[in-house]
């Protein structure tokens, strides 16, 4: 996937937002960074709040198991991330972001608005770093640049979500 984006691209990104479950995506958007030689991208990989094993193995330095997926985006959830995945956190820029399921929701709303794709909460949660305050917050805590030209949002799934859910998602959370 990284190279495809790399041949497409004129530039490196700035900044690359993905999702985070248990790890699978992260690790190959790692390799694929190294590969096209985009050793200094940043990486924001984005949970939900119920869904957010690899924050908490961040937080504490090891891997931790959640007791259970209690955030809406079901297919985002792993009770316990890959060890890969934690190494990968020391060996690159990544900043481990925790998102509501509200601002995933919201996320996946405006994304169908503005470009006429459904999308399942577990990528609103990567949405989210646009269309909430993820990457202004890290440029005011100085972990990313404070001028973002071009950032790469890995925009999956889409299976698990029809119409009618996201609309009983969007009364849910007031949207």
């Known amino acids: 996937m990284i190279e495809e984006i790399a041949d497409d691209m004129t530039h490196k990104p700035d900044v690359l937002i993905t999702v985070v479950g248990g790890g699978g995506l992260f690790c190959g958007v790692i390799e694929g960074l190294k590969k096209v030689g985009w050793n200094d991208v940043p990486v924001i990989t984005i949970e939900t709040v119920g869904a957010d094993c690899y924050n908490a193995a961040v937080k504490k330095g090891e891997l931790v198991t959640l007791d259970d997926i209690t955030s ?104």
């Open 72 to 175: 809406v985006a079901k297919c985002l959830g792993a009770l316990t991330a890959c060890q890969q995945a934690l190494d990968y956190y020391s060996q690159h820029e990544v900043h481990s972001v925790v998102v509501s399921d509200k601002e995933a929701v919201d996320a996946c709303l405006r994304f169908t608005d503005e470009h006429r794709i459904l999308v399942e909460p577990a990528c609103g949660a990567a949405l989210a770093g646009i269309y909430s305050n993820v990457i202004p917050k890290l440029q005011a805590q100085g972990k990313l640049q404070t001028v973002i030209q071009s950032a790469v949002v890995i925009v999956c799934g889409g299976c698990s979500i029809t119409l009618e859910m996201l609309n009983k998602y969007k009364s849910k959370f007031g949207l």
